[in-house]
Nanobody, 123 residues
Framework: QVQLVESGGGLVQAGGSLRLSCAASGRTFSSYAMGWFRQAPGKEREFVAS????????LYADSVKGRFTISRDNAKNTVYLHMNSLKPEDTAVYYC????????????????WGQGTQVTVSS
């Protein structure tokens, strides 16, 4: 069992930056690939980024490639999403998830989910 708690969301102007954090409970954090997903109003949940168990491999959605960076600190049981050059279309609730594999972008492949943190980018 893994419990996930996201933080770091907020309101930012276009072009700004935010860093999201996801703290995990339990001693098995390093056993899971981790992913970030987002969901805008009226839209389906979509893949943003993922990272392998030890952090050696990452994958990004085309829409965020070059702007977002996913990282993890297994000693702190935390995964991060650094978001730069934010755009209004990045506005969504951002969720972290555990499970699956780094190469699988389907949210159904992830087992554990946080409650989400709101990111709003104003134009």
């Amino acid at each position: 069992q893994v419990q996930l708690v996201e933080s770091g969301g907020g309101l930012v102007q276009a072009g700004g930056s935010l860093r999201l954090s996801c703290a995990a409970s339990g001693r098995t954090f390093s056993s899971y690939a981790m992913g970030w997903f987002r969901q805008a109003p009226g839209k389906e949940r979509e893949f943003v980024a993922s990272i392998s168990r030890r952090g050696g491999s990452t994958l990004y959605a085309d829409s965020v490639k070059g702007r977002f960076t996913i990282s993890r600190d297994n000693a702190k049981n935390t995964v991060y999403l650094h978001m730069n050059s934010l755009k209004p279309e990045d506005t969504a609730v951002y969720y972290c998830a555990a499970g699956g594999t780094v190469w699988n972008t389907d949210p159904r492949s992830y087992t554990y989910w946080g409650q989400g943190t709101q990111v709003t980018v104003s134009s």
